[in-house]
């Protein structure tokens, strides 16, 4: 057909029958160079669906010959392998202001994390091997020992996130039987997470005790009985009651668990490991604390304030982690290889303390010191300007970041960046302005993402520790607003 070897007149409109064959289309030079590259299935099905959207556009009349011919077809054609062949799962760079970002990501991983994974993953390994014995091992011992060893438990297991470590813990001690909760504690995570529906699933049956303000030691010794299975204390690291309130501390509820024979199990959630306050920030209760007060299970992630990969970890007693390690549910729910070698190497940056806010990207970022990031703000101010003028203005602000993740929801982390607001706009084209920009820098090959508030586009730069990546991008971003 005539489309794919000849040139036509530019703005004239073609018809269905004017588009060529997936086998014409195929004979094409440089569909040719993509099927030596590619191979024929993957090559193939994207020349259907470009046609197939072709004849579309021709049926509806709005289709130029110019977009047949066959410079054109083959470019089309190669986008169309780029895109399929294009990783969803991209990186970018956080400018939020939010450290631990649950929709991007959570923590960054530690160089010798990732260092493990690569030297794991490029060769088998002993994942359920002893290499001692020669015989079958437990994956759980590659991490027991470290997590033993920092917290001070007796014994530990992991499984995927710590939603099912607190679903597996709840089942495997107090299925078919009674969990004694504040209802001050009854919290809701993201996705509609919620400790009662958990409860629900694990087999156990809630029961309430105490006031949304106010609960008392009182209320759970009225409420055991011979059906009690379990006492649970959840931080409320996700929101803050203040005022009028009162809860009970761990070690007053271990006194009363313990005397009616009756494990208690805690749920701290972000997962520090190390007093935060030392580093200048707001205290997490640690695991190792709850332990000390008389906490059979402790449930933490591994995957925010700890910095490592989505985990959930579970630390206590003997008696208590060795029931939760054979509940069968544990299986469905145990960590893979990938996840368990990070988790190993995070850990073992715990055992050299001084070291941690230098080699764990979630402490380092998280104690950046405000003049650095005030300093890389006004460097980065005269290029941003320069990349988005005339249709954008650019200052150096002073901000106020979070933590993230649900961490210390009320702490800000005084930060520094650049605001970015539309030039000479109305009021009421400010909206499509500021959203113009976004897109923008969502769509550079490493998309930026920041935060509008007050009539701006907010670039936190707490999280750029490196401005390298984000200024090769600047002139690519001034060609795209041009």
């Excluded at 191979?39 to 049926?59: I, K, M, P, W, Y």
């Excluded at 204390?233 to 009651?241: D, E, G, L, M, R």
């Excluded at 709850?290 to 059979?296: E, I, K, N, S, V």
């Amino acid at each position: 057909m005539a489309a794919t070897d000849e040139s036509v007149v530019h703005g004239s409109k073609a018809r269905p029958q004017d588009l060529p064959s997936v086998d014409k289309l195929l004979r094409l030079e440089a569909a040719r160079a993509l099927l030596d590259e590619h191979g024929h299935t993957l090559v193939a099905n994207e020349a259907r669906a470009l046609l197939d959207s072709l004849r579309a556009q021709a049926l509806a009349g709005s289709l130029n010959k110019a977009h047949i011919e066959a410079d054109a077809l083959a470019d089309a054609l190669a986008s169309r392998v780029q895109a399929r062949l294009a990783p969803r799962m991209r990186p970018v760079l956080n400018l939020t202001g939010t450290v631990i970002h649950t929709n991007l990501g959570r923590a960054v991983l530690a160089d010798a994390a990732m260092q493990r994974l690569l030297a794991v993953m490029a060769a088998p390994n002993n994942l359920e091997y002893d290499l001692a014995s020669g015989g079958r091992g437990d994956r759980d011992s590659l991490v027991e020992d470290l997590l033993c060893t920092i917290t001070g438990a007796q014994a530990a297991t992991v499984v995927n996130n710590n939603a099912a470590a607190v679903l597996l813990s709840i089942a495997a001690l107090a299925r078919e039987r009674e969990v004694i909760i504040s209802r001050g504690e009854l919290v809701e995570i993201g996705g509609a997470f919620r400790m009662p529906d958990v409860m629900a699933s694990a087999g156990a049956r809630m029961v309430e005790v105490g006031t949304t303000n106010r609960t008392h030691p009182q209320d759970y010794e009225r409420a055991i009985n011979a059906n009690t299975a379990l006492l649970m204390k959840v931080h409320t690291s996700n929101y803050a009651v203040q005022g009028f309130t009162a809860a009970v501390d761990e070690a007053t509820l271990a006194g009363i668990a313990h005397a009616r024979g009756v494990p208690l199990a805690t749920d701290l959630g972000s997962g520090s490991l190390v007093d935060l306050a030392h580093y200048g920030l707001p205290r997490e209760p640690l695991p190792q604390e709850m332990l000390a007060a008389g906490c059979d299970v402790v449930t933490f992630s591994g995957d925010k304030l700890l910095g490592g990969p989505q985990a959930g970890l579970i630390v206590g007693s003997k008696e208590a982690v060795g029931r939760i390690r054979k509940f069968p549910m544990k299986r469905a729910l145990r960590m893979s290889k990938l996840p368990l070698a990070a988790l190993e190497a995070t850990l073992m940056l715990y055992l050299r303390p001084e070291r941690l806010a230098k080699d764990l990207p979630t402490l380092r970022m998280l104690t950046r010191p405000a003049d650095a990031i005030r300093s890389m703000a006004q460097a980065l101010q005269p290029k941003v300007a320069a990349a988005v003028a005339p249709r954008f203005t650019v200052g150096v602000v002073e901000l106020l970041g979070q933590i993230g993740s649900g961490s210390l929801p009320v702490a800000r982390l005084p930060s520094a960046g650049l605001a970015l607001a539309p030039a000479g706009t109305a009021k009421k084209g400010l909206g499509t302005a500021l959203d113009a920009i976004a897109t923008a820098l969502r769509a550079l090959p490493l998309p930026v993402i920041g935060r509008v508030a007050e009539d701006r586009l907010l670039l936190d730069l707490r999280c750029l520790e490196d401005s390298a990546a984000f200024e090769e991008q600047l002139p690519l971003l001034h060609e795209m607003l041009a």
